[in-house]
């Protein structure tokens, strides 16, 4: 099992910045992708960027440019800083990772924690 806990999420006005960080712990050997998620209302799941143990990295198209995903701590932690926020971006991310077994790949998800860019 996989445990993730989220943090850093708020409100903050547009053109702002804010930082998530997803701390992992549990059985971690296998980890092969971390990455956050998000969720706005009415809507349904979608990337927003991912980092694989091989360094890497993906990005949706819509925040390109502006996120910036990082992978820290020996793979243990991924942060996320949002850029030129605008908001479009308000929604709960969800910090995501995903292990690899003989069984096939397993998703482990956070809680979530919620962005709102509003002025």
């Known amino acids: 099992q996989v445990q993730l806990v989220e943090s850093g999420g708020g409100l903050v006005q547009p053109g702002g910045s804010l930082r998530l960080s997803c701390a992992a712990s549990?059985?971690?050997?296998?980890?092969?992708?971390m990455g956050w998620y998000r969720q706005a209302p009415g809507k349904g799941r979608e990337l927003v960027a991912t980092?694989?143990?091989?360094?890497?990295?993906d990005y949706a198209d819509s925040v390109k440019g502006r996120f910036t995903i990082l992978r820290e701590d020996a793979g243990n932690r991924v942060s996320l800083q949002m850029n030129s926020l605008k908001p479009e971006d308000t929604a709960v991310y969800y910090c995501?990772?995903?292990?690899?077994?003989?069984?096939?790949?397993?998703?482990?998800w956070g809680p979530g924690t919620q962005v709102t860019v509003s002025s």
């Open positions: 549990g059985s971690l050997p296998g980890i092969e992708t």
């Open positions: 980092t694989s143990s091989r360094g890497t990295t």
């Open positions: 995501n990772a995903k292990k690899g077994s003989v069984l096939g790949t397993t998703n482990y």
